[in-house]
C-alpha cells in the first residue's frame, strides 16, 4: 500500500471511530443531554424575543447564583430608563440570563413541589426558613401603566418574574444549569425512584414559567447578545 493510500486508510478509521463516539453520545441515548445540540434549538425563536431593533437601550443580567436581590435591580434599571432618562418602555430591551442555582426561578410550581427545589437547593428566605414554592415567579400587583412609579404596592415597585416579563424583560434559562441540576436531583435522591437525569431534564425544560426561554448555553448566550445585539453587560 502507498503512502497516500496509507494516510488515506488512517484518516477513515479515524473518521469512523469519531463517529462511533459520536453516536454513542448521542442525546437520544440513556446519557444525559448536558449541551444542547443546534438541530434542537429554536434560534428563530429567540432572536425574536432579544432582536429588538427599535430599543435604544440593551441591557442584559448575568446571574448565576441564589440572588434574588437581581429582580429587584432589574426593576430598577427599568425605572431609571423610563422615568430617569425618559425612554418608552418599548424602547428598552431587557434581558435576565439565569444559570446556575438562578434558573430556579424560572422553574414552575409544579416543579418545585415534585422535586422539592428549595430544600434540594437549599434556597432560604430573609428568616432562614427553606423557601418551599416559587415566590419569584407570580405578580404581587395589577398590570397599570398609570400606576405611581414610587408607590411601593404598584407596579412598578414589584420585582417578580412576572411583573417584570409584563413589562418586557425577556427571562432565559440555561439548559446546562439545568442538565446539571437534573444530575444532582437523581443523585440526591429528590427526583422518583427509577427516574433519569435525562427524564428529569426534560421535565424541567418542559415546566419553565410561562414565556421564560431556554438556551443552550448562558455564559455563550451573554456573550452573544452583546456581540450581535449589543446588549450593555450587568451584573449583582
Known amino acids: 500500500m502507498g503512502s497516500i493510500q ?20 448521542n442525546p437520544q441515548t440513556s446519557e444525559l443531554e ?44 427599568l425605572n431609571g430608563w423610563q422615568f430617569g ?11 435576565a440570563c439565569f ?6 426561578y424560572l422553574y414552575n410550581e409544579h416543579l418545585w413541589q415534585r422535586y422539592h427545589l428549595g430544600q434540594a ?3 432560604k428566605d430573609p428568616s432562614g426558613d427553606i423557601i418551599t414554592t416559587n415566590i419569584f415567579y407570580p405578580a ?4 397599570d ?16 418574574v412576572q411583573a417584570l416579563q409584563r413589562r ?23 427526583a422518583p425512584a427509577g427516574m433519569t437525569a435525562q427524564a428529569v431534564l426534560n421535565d424541567l425544560l418542559a415546566n419553565l414559567v410561562p414565556k421564560a426561554f431556554a438556551v443552550p448555553s448562558q455564559v455563550a448566550t451573554i456573550g452573544y447578545l452583546q456581540l450581535r445585539y449589543h446588549y450593555a453587560y450587568t451584573t449583582t
Not at 425618559?86 to 424602547?91: D, F, N, R, S, V
Request: charge should be neutral; include cysteine; proline fraction near 6%.
Open 168 to 190: 418586557g424583560v425577556v427571562f432565559l434559562a440555561c439548559h446546562t444549569a439545568a442538565a446539571d441540576l437534573a444530575r444532582e436531583l437523581v443523585a440526591g435522591g429528590a
Open 145 to 160: 401603566t398609570l400606576a405611581d412609579p414610587n408607590d411601593p404596592h404598584a407596579m412598578y415597585q414589584d420585582g417578580t
Open 99 to 104: 444559570h446556575g442555582a438562578a434558573n430556579a
Open 34 to 77: 448536558l449541551v444542547e445540540p443546534s438541530a434542537q434549538f429554536d434560534r428563530a425563536t429567540f432572536a425574536k424575543l432579544v432582536d429588538a431593533p427599535h430599543a435604544l437601550a440593551r441591557q442584559l443580567w448575568d446571574s448565576g447564583t441564589y440572588d434574588p436581590l437581581v429582580l429587584g435591580a432589574i426593576k430598577n434599571a
Open 140 to 143: 404581587r400587583t395589577p398590570y
Open 121 to 123: 437547593l437549599g434556597l
Open 6 to 25: 496509507r494516510r488515506v486508510f488512517l484518516v477513515s478509521s479515524v473518521l469512523a471511530a469519531t463517529g462511533a463516539v459520536a453516536c454513542a453520545r
Open 85 to 95: 432618562f425618559g425612554l418608552a418602555p418599548e424602547k428598552i430591551a431587557m434581558a
